[in-house]
């Protein structure tokens, strides 16, 4: 059984920094992609970033304009999203997704397995 679970949300100020992390278990990350998205109340669930195992191949949304780093740890298996001078409209439930495929996309319907989402809020 797949399962991913986020953790490393909560609430910081505005300019304030979080590392999420995406422990994910029953496929290896080595094999598939994993992705980050985010969806804020009322809006679509957006693409942030994506990882491939090989090569350490990495992918980002132009929206965050630098401010966010993904990174993965193949022995733990997990997947790791670095968010730096986080603003109030990054508040948003994030989810981290695994790929179908051993590469990442930006479209959610390429990937197959989510996690339960974890909490960033941003006060100004």
């Known amino acids: 059984q797949v399962q991913l679970v986020e953790s490393g949300g909560g609430l910081v100020q505005d300019g304030g920094s979080l590392r999420l992390s995406c422990a994910a278990s029953?496929?290896?990350?080595?094999?598939?992609?994993i992705g980050w998205f985010r969806q804020a109340p009322g809006k679509e669930r957006e693409f942030l970033a994506g990882?491939?195992?090989?090569?350490?191949?990495?992918i980002y949304a132009g929206i965050l304009k630098g401010r966010f780093n993904i990174s993965g740890d193949v022995a733990e298996n997990t997947v790791y999203l670095q968010l730096y001078n986080l603003k109030p409209e990054d508040t948003a439930v994030y989810y981290c997704?695994?790929?179908?495929?051993?590469?990442?996309?930006?479209?959610?319907?390429?990937?197959?397995?989510w996690g339960q989402g974890t909490q960033v809020t941003v006060s100004s």
């Open positions: 997704a695994s790929s179908k495929f051993l590469y990442v996309t930006v479209f959610s319907t390429d990937y197959d397995y």
């Open positions: 029953g496929r290896p990350y080595s094999k598939y992609g």
């Open positions: 990882i491939t195992s090989q090569y350490g191949s990495t």
